[in-house]
C-alpha cells in the first residue's frame, strides 16, 4: 500500500504570497493532520480533518487554513507569508482518527519564505 | 497540561552497543505514548506505540521500548545498535482525555551510532 504522499516537495516563497500544499493519505485513511516542524519550536499540530470536516485546530492564525475533499486529500493553504513561516510542514493520516490510531507520516513539503 | 520531555540533545553510542533513548511525559489521564524517527530530509517514520496491556512493547527494526507510569516514562531501547539508526528520534504523547486527537512530541534527540 503507498505510503502519504505530499506535494510539492520543495517551495521557495517571497513575503506576502500565499501558498498551497497537498497532501493524499494512505489508501482507506479518512482522517489527515496536519503539522509544522521548525527548529525552534519542534513539531507542532495545525488541524485535523474527518470527512470533510474540520475536527481540530492548533495554535495558529487565521492565515492558516485547510481542507479536505470527498476522497480524502488535503490541502492547506498559507496567506500573507511569514518570514518565520519557512518550515517542513508534514501531513499525517489515519484509519478514522481515534485516539489509539496510529499517525503516518508523509515526507513533507520544505517551504522557505524570502 | 500535556508535555513529552526528551533530556537528551543526542545520544552517542557504538555500533553493537545498546542504546537508550529517554522520554517522560505529563498528561492528565493514562497516556497513550509513540516514537517516531525521522532521517533527513524525510518524514516521520513511525516505529511503535503503547495503548494499554504489556508494559514492554515492540517495534520496528528490533526497537522496543518500556512503559513505567510510576516513574512517567517511556524510554526507547534497541539491544544492538546499528550505523543505519543514525537519525532523529521523538516522543509523542496524546491524551484519551483530550478530544483535539493532536500528537506532543518532544524536542526530539539525535542518535549517532558510530562505527
Known amino acids: 500500500k503507498a505510503g502519504v504522499t505530499q506535494t510539492p516537495r520543495y517551495l521557495i516563497k517571497t513575503r506576502g504570497q500565499q501558498v498551497t500544499l497537498s497532501c493524499s493519505p494512505i489508501?482507506?485513511?479518512?482522517?489527515v493532520s496536519w503539522y509544522q516542524q521548525t527548529p525552534g519550536q519542534g513539531l507542532q499540530f495545525l488541524f485535523e480533518y474527518f470527512s470533510e470536516t474540520q475536527r481540530n485546530k492548533g495554535n495558529f492564525p487565521g492565515r492558516f487554513s485547510g481542507r479536505q475533499f470527498s476522497n480524502s486529500r488535503s490541502e492547506m493553504n498559507v496567506s500573507t507569508l511569514e518570514l518565520g513561516d519557512s518550515a517542513l510542514y508534514l501531513c499525517?493520516?489515519?484509519?478514522?482518527?481515534?485516539?489509539?490510531?496510529?499517525?503516518?507520516f508523509g515526507p513533507g513539503t520544505r517551504l522557505t519564505v524570502l | 497540561a500535556q508535555s513529552v520531555a526528551q533530556p537528551e540533545d543526542q545520544v552517542n553510542v557504538a555500533e553493537g552497543n545498546p542504546l537508550t533513548v529517554k522520554c517522560t511525559y505529563s498528561v492528565s489521564g493514562n497516556p497513550y505514548l509513540f516514537w517516531y524517527v525521522q532521517y533527513p530530509n524525510r518524514g516521520l517514520q513511525f516505529l511503535l506505540k503503547?495503548?494499554?496491556?504489556?508494559?514492554l512493547v515492540k517495534g520496528s527494526y528490533g526497537f522496543e521500548a518500556e512503559f513505567n507510569k510510576s516513574q512517567t516514562s517511556f524510554h526507547l531501547k534497541k539491544p544492538s545498535a546499528l550505523v543505519s539508526d543514525s537519525a532523529l528520534y521523538f516522543c509523542?504523547?496524546?491524551?484519551?482525555?483530550?478530544?483535539?486527537?493532536?500528537?506532543?512530541f518532544g524536542s526530539g534527540t539525535r542518535l549517532l551510532v558510530r562505527p
Open positions: 489508501s482507506g485513511h479518512r482522517s
Open positions: 499525517a493520516s489515519s484509519l478514522v482518527g481515534t485516539t489509539t490510531d496510529t499517525q503516518y
Open positions: 503503547y495503548i494499554t496491556g504489556d508494559n
Open positions: 509523542a504523547v496524546r491524551d484519551p482525555m483530550d478530544s483535539s486527537y493532536k500528537l506532543i
